[in-house]
């Protein structure tokens, strides 16, 4: 039973957009959320986490928790062919439930 | 900064052969899960312990086992192999279990031949 809900995409930019990933939960006693980046046949990457509370920014990323509408979003800036891969949302729960992440492809 | 080593990285063993994965967490990390990643499948937990002791327990195989030793690492013991378990084994490590985001290894890749 997945914690989050993750929109699945795939979704595919052009180089320098904005992007915007986005997951819901439903358990508000979440204290924090995890964003993890995976790319093909690696392990996954974490990315940045962010308290349940504000936003957090870290580079060309953005992470933001709405606790009033329990929305999780990422932002990434200036996106590179670089950024793509498949990006995860979780809250701090003892196992990781993953689901399908959404696939981010930044083409040139 | 240190990471999470696994060892091996890759491994080609025969269908009903045992194999042997190690993972070494990040140095003062006292938690370690195992997560398999089956091709173009999510990752799906197979167990974690806490301070040496089994903690949770997932959709791990009985002909598989672990263990955490006492400097922390922890190896997966796989016995009698089928072709379904070549898939990609990552291991994470964190600080107080649950309380701490979990950094994963780079992943040993097993095929069963």
């Known amino acids: 039973q997945k914690e989050v809900e993750q929109d699945p995409g795939p979704l595919s930019v052009p180089e320098g957009a904005i992007v915007s990933l986005n997951c819901t939960y439903s358990?508000?006693?979440?204290?924090?959320f995890m964003w993890y980046r995976q790319y093909s046949r690696k392990g996954p990457e974490l990315l940045m986490y962010t308290y349940s509370s504000g936003n957090k920014e870290d580079g060309r990323f953005t992470a933001q928790v709405d606790k009033s509408s329990k929305y999780i979003s990422l932002f990434i800036r200036d996106s590179q062919p670089s950024d793509s891969a498949t990006y995860l949302c979780f809250p701090n729960t003892d196992k990781l439930i993953f689901g399908t992440g959404t696939r981010l492809q930044v083409f040139p | 900064a240190a990471g999470v080593i696994q060892s091996p990285r890759h491994l080609i063993k025969e269908k009903r052969e045992t194999a042997t994965l190690k993972c070494y967490p990040i140095?003062?990390?006292?938690?370690v899960y195992w997560y398999q990643q089956g091709p173009g499948q999510d990752p799906q937990f197979l167990i974690s312990f806490y301070e040496k002791m089994q903690s949770d327990k997932g959709s791990i195989p009985d002909r598989f086992s672990a263990q955490q030793f006492s400097d922390y690492h922890s190896e997966l013991n796989m016995s009698s192999l089928e072709l379904g378990d070549s898939a990609l084994y990552f291991c994470?490590?964190?600080?107080?279990?649950?309380?701490?985001?979990?950094?994963f290894g780079p992943g040993t890749r097993l095929l069963v031949l």
């Open positions: 994470a490590s964190s600080l107080r279990r649950g309380r701490e985001t979990q950094y």
């Open positions: 140095p003062r990390h006292d938690t």
């Open positions: 358990n508000s006693a979440f204290q924090y």
